[in-house]
């Protein structure tokens, strides 16, 4: 990533959520996480997802299989907004991407660790999009792209569970991308 007119690369794009899960008997299970809308110094960002979890092996396959077998599907949406003005043009540029995935995931759940995988697809959509204004005649011009993707998915990761704390960590491999992912909570 790199900003209009800068020459500094930012490897790294730190992101963080309030995530709440609930399960249910049959093995089903809902997770939501948010990013209320967070302003920085003329930058904002949002986001949303859900994902839906049935873990068929604890209705179908109980005590039959040496792992638990899991479908997800998910659905995520980020927002990010700045503005800049270059040359004395004032500049508005917003980035829309929507996420979605279907996921085959299997675990063992060994003591207090459960080691996971997943294989599955990711598809994402994007518009990047800007409105930019002169004060020369009241000048404004506005400009769109749209871009979809879709990638195979793989992912691999450990939760632990201690008492009522559980920890996450996870690698996703998708578009060529690795992201790493941390998550601490409370489980009752």
């Known amino acids: 990533l ?17 995530v709440g899960t609930l399960q249910v008997p049959f093995g089903l299970s809902a997770e939501i996480g948010f990013l209320p809308r967070l302003k920085v110094a003329g930058f904002s960002a949002k986001r949303f997802g859900f994902n839906a979890k049935w873990t068929f092996t604890d209705l ?45 995931a299997i675990s063992r759940k060994v003591l207090f660790v459960e080691p996971y995988l997943g294989l599955g ?11 930019a204004a002169a004060s020369l005649y009241n000048f404004t011009t506005a400009d769109s792209f749209d871009y979809s993707k879709t990638s195979f998915l793989f992912n691999v990761g450990a939760e632990v569970r201690l008492l009522l704390l559980a920890v996450d960590a996870q690698a996703e ?16």
């Open 2 to 18: 790199s900003a209009h007119g800068d020459s500094t690369v930012i490897p790294t794009t730190p992101a963080g959520d309030v």
């Open 60 to 104: 179908l396959l109980r005590d039959q299989t040496p792992f638990d077998a899991a479908l997800r599907v998910g659905f995520g949406k980020n927002e990010f907004e700045y503005d800049q003005t270059t040359g004395g043009v004032a500049d508005s540029v917003k980035f829309d991407s929507k996420s979605f995935r279907t996921e085959l």
């Open 121 to 131: 697809f990711l598809r994402t959509s994007s518009t990047l999009s800007n409105t």
């Open 173 to 188: 491999w998708a578009f060529g991308e690795t992201t790493l992912s941390a998550k601490i909570g409370v489980k009752f």
